[in-house]
């Protein structure tokens, strides 16, 4: 079973600039996590959707934003892009039976260069 | 809160040395997962092991080892005989099964471990 993917893997961006990440999760997972990955601090959650509805947030501004299609890909937005954004951000997908939280497996991630 | 502490920033070993992992965590709540995972160079979290709140049975597999003890809230993980493939960054995750943080993983600093030949 092929693993999560994300694309692009590489990014170089401006300060203004937007910027669309997507992941593509495990076959069959419904659930996907963002995760930012920084290393002053360390790695932290953005969001979690599933069914293509927002289930839970993090402690990120509004200019970060995603969402989820009916195939259960996502995309994460980050918008008028500062120099602190430039991260490793982590895509990770998990099961979701009958509401529980299944383990979380990760792709490879988008690093973010905002210059 | 849920909190990880992760108190190694690094360690170095050289090849077929033992080397232990410490993961401390705090939480309020009586039902939750501890998880660890491993970032080699590439940047991809690999998943190793998830460990139920109900469930302190030690876990082995292969060189791999974790110790739960729920009376020191750690979860600590031991490679035997260590080679130059483990060396990578290891994280030590908790998550909620229940409330508003339900689902979300909480990680801790992680171990930089670098094994010499």
């Known amino acids: 079973k092929a693993g999560v993917t994300q694309t692009p893997r590489y990014l170089i961006k401006t300060r203004g600039q937007q910027v669309t990440l997507s992941c593509s999760p495990i076959s069959g997972h419904r659930s996907v996590s963002w995760y930012q990955q920084t290393p002053g601090q360390g790695l932290q959650f953005l969001f979690e959707?599933?069914?293509?509805?927002?289930?839970n947030k993090g402690n990120f501004p509004g200019r970060f934003s995603g969402r989820q299609f009916s195939n259960s890909r996502s995309e994460m937005n980050v918008s008028t892009l500062e120099l602190g954004d430039s991260a490793l951000y982590l895509c990770?997908?998990?099961?979701?039976?009958?509401?529980?939280?299944?383990?979380?497996?990760f792709g490879p991630g988008t690093r973010l260069l905002v210059l | 809160a849920q909190k990880v502490t992760q108190a190694q920033t690094e360690i170095s070993v050289v090849e077929k040395e033992d080397v232990t992992l410490d993961c401390v965590y705090e939480t309020r709540d009586t039902t939750y997962y501890l998880f660890w995972y491993k970032q080699p160079p590439s940047g991809e979290l690999v998943f190793l092991i998830r460990r139920n709140s109900f469930d302190e049975q030690n876990e082995i597999s292969g060189r791999y080892s974790w110790n739960f003890q729920k009376s020191t809230s750690s979860f600590n993980f031991t490679i035997t005989a260590s080679q130059v493939v483990d060396s990578a960054v290891y994280f030590c995750a908790l998550s909620s099964i229940g409330g508003s943080t339900l689902g979300r993983l909480y990680f801790g600093r992680g171990t930089q471990l670098t094994v010499w030949p």
């Open positions: 959707y599933f069914s293509e509805t927002q289930r």
């Open positions: 990770a997908s998990s099961l979701d039976v009958g509401g529980a939280r299944e383990t979380q497996y």
